[in-house]
């Protein structure tokens, strides 16, 4: 009669019988996190590796569309294993044992949640819509800045608590504005139901006049993005001078959908992408002594400076 040879289990320390067992039981297993790895906050590492310089400096919409695209320089940071969670999303983020514990990390993690994907992003408010806006944009920019400092990325960001969702001549200012060295140089219009995402692309380019190149040197675009609901979608004003067509929007993103999760990854390697051109065209535009687009408060009135 045959027998089984008995099961051998090789002699030496525990880890070994720990291994053993992990491979019995199916496979490896993400490793125990120790306590002090979980409350160091790497997010400046993580954020001057993602954020680097682009070897070319843009100088017009047409440069755009590579550099948004571009391969991130490393995965996105996550803290919970969402890789493994969601494993198509494995191409883009992951999980280390010295980065879990990042602001960043934590962050981007909280955007995959399932508390993020319930959210209803249509036929709300567009204060309600700022929250999803902010988290994928926003929020990402500002832990860029304040990790790397205004030295590297010198952006501002601000709201514009007072447009009425429509477009007027009396205020000229978008939802969100972003400057780079106090050029306005990203900036997006928000809508609130997903009818209106035509209206929503249509005003980045209606709201704003000419590129003056006191202000802009020798840039010659403005990215922007348009949200309507869960729709976004990111452009750039083409400033050329020779530029005739009957829109200068171009197009650098599909049409992204905020309540697919795939999507929110895919917009955030695009703000990445942006965050990075930022820096790498801020030391060539001049500083102003009276940044573009801004609230100029005086005592009787606010006014606004946008050419």
């Known amino acids: 009669m045959l027998v089984n040879p008995p099961l051998s289990i090789p002699v030496g320390p525990a880890v070994k019988l720990v291994e053993l067992i992990n491979k019995i039981q199916g496979g490896d297993q993400p490793a125990k996190r120790r306590y002090d790895e979980m409350q ?14 682009f070897d ?19 995965k996105l ?12 999303l494995a191409d883009f983020i992951e999980t280390k044992n010295d980065e879990c514990g990042s602001d960043l990390s934590k962050h981007i993690s909280h955007i995959l949640t399932d508390i993020v994907q319930k959210q209803s992003l249509n036929n ?12 994928m944009i926003r929020v990402p920019l500002q ?47 928000e809508k609130a139901e997903i009818g209106n995402f035509s209206e929503a692309v249509d005003e980045p380019e209606g ?12 840039i010659q675009f403005m990215i922007c993005y348009a949200v309507a609901g869960p729709r976004l979608r990111f452009f750039a004003i083409d ?16 049409q992204l959908d905020m309540s697919k999760r795939r999507d929110r990854v895919s917009i955030l390697c695009v703000v990445v992408n942006i965050a990075r051109i930022m820096r790498t065209v801020s030391n060539t535009i001049p500083e102003m002594i009276v940044p ?8 009787k009135s606010n006014n606004y400076n946008i050419n």
């Open 207 to 218: 709201k704003f006049d000419k590129f003056d190149p006191m202000y802009f040197g020798d």
């Open 40 to 53: 160091i906050d790497r997010t400046a590492t993580i954020c001057d590796a993602l954020i680097q310089p």
């Open 56 to 74: 070319t400096v843009p100088s017009q919409a047409g440069d755009l569309m590579s550099l948004i695209h571009m391969p991130l320089t490393r």
């Open 292 to 299: 573009l687009g801004k609230r100029l408060k005086t005592e």
């Open 124 to 135: 709300t408010s567009e204060d309600m819509l700022h929250y999803g806006v902010d988290s």
């Open 239 to 254: 400033g050329s001078p020779n530029t005739n067509l009957p829109s200068r929007l171009v197009a650098l993103s599909n």
């Open 143 to 189: 832990i860029f800045h304040e990790n790397l400092g205004g030295g590297v990325l010198p952006i501002e960001m601000d709201r514009n608590s007072k447009d009425q969702g429509t477009t007027t001549i009396g205020n000229k200012r978008p939802d969100f504005l972003c400057w780079t060295n106090n050029v306005l140089l990203f900036k997006g219009e």
């Open 77 to 88: 940071p996550v803290s919970f294993y969402e890789e493994i969670k969601f494993p198509q």
